[in-house]
């Protein structure tokens, strides 16, 4: 989905290696909300509480259904949002809009955007 566009260095699957990862050089974090069983918001408010990582850009998102109501995922965007994060990205939704590839590359769009 991130194409050529994006230079990814590291694939974390867990929180702690996330946070092992963050005092490596990295520019962006991009974060699925299902990250290690829901901890996205976990390893967004580390992050953005240790100086020495809190303006490296985070971006959450959402890729999977979570048969969210509309009031919930307004939260967790508002609630990514306060914690600092740069943008939320609903992938899921614009999936259902546009199909897989027109999504994917709204979703590389929006990303490049909101890293910049």
Request: with cysteine.
């Amino acid at each position: 989905m991130l194409g050529t566009e994006f230079d990814i260095v590291g694939v974390c699957t867990t929180l702690s290696e996330a946070i092992s990862s963050l005092h490596r050089d990295v520019e962006s974090i991009v974060c699925e909300i299902h990250f290690d069983d829901s901890r996205m918001f976990d390893l967004l408010r580390l992050a953005k509480a240790d100086p020495a990582t809190r303006e490296i850009p985070f971006v959450c998102f959402r890729d999977m259904d979570s048969h969210l109501a509309p009031p919930f995922l307004e939260s967790l965007q508002i609630a990514c949002k306060a914690l600092g994060a740069v943008a939320f990205i609903d992938l899921f939704d614009l999936k259902a809009r546009y199909g897989t590839k027109q999504a994917d590359a709204r979703f590389r769009e929006i990303l490049t955007n909101a890293l910049s």
